[in-house]
């Protein structure tokens, strides 16, 4: 698995501070110069944080719970894949 580039994680900076604050990622981290994994965090009704790393030919986010949700060729597309990870059922209103 390909770690993230500083260029990546730059990406992803600006991604998330073009969002607005009440949008639903409500943040992210990363430790190290070049992470394997960035942590999204999501809140809505309970906070929940998706692992996102890089492929081969990408990117891939997984739930909360480790199981892969979407693979895509960028970030743009990947991270705001966020919003469709599904409701855990303790998570429905």
Same mark, same amino acid.
């Not at 430790?31 to 965090?41: H, K, L, N, Q, Y």
């Given at each position: @698995?390909?770690?993230?580039?500083?260029?990546d994680?730059?990406?992803?900076?600006r991604?998330w501070? &073009?969002?607005?604050? /009440?949008? @639903?990622?409500?943040g992210w981290?990363a430790?190290?110069?070049?992470?394997?994994?960035?942590?999204?965090?999501r809140?809505?009704?309970h906070?929940r944080r998706?692992?996102l790393t890089? /492929?081969g &030919?990408?990117?891939a986010?997984s739930d909360?719970?480790?199981?892969l949700?979407?693979e895509?060729?960028s970030l743009?597309?990947?991270?705001l894949?966020?919003e469709?990870?599904p409701?855990?059922?303790v998570?429905?209103p």
């Open positions: @698995m390909p770690d993230f580039s500083p260029d994680i730059d990406e992803i900076d991604l501070r &073009s969002l607005p604050p /009440t949008h @639903m990622w409500t981290a430790a190290g110069e070049r992470p394997d994994t960035v942590w999204i965090f809140t809505l009704t906070w998706f692992p890089r /492929t &030919s990408g990117y986010l909360d719970r480790g199981n949700f979407r895509a060729g743009g597309e990947l991270l894949a966020v469709a990870v409701r855990r059922p998570d429905q």
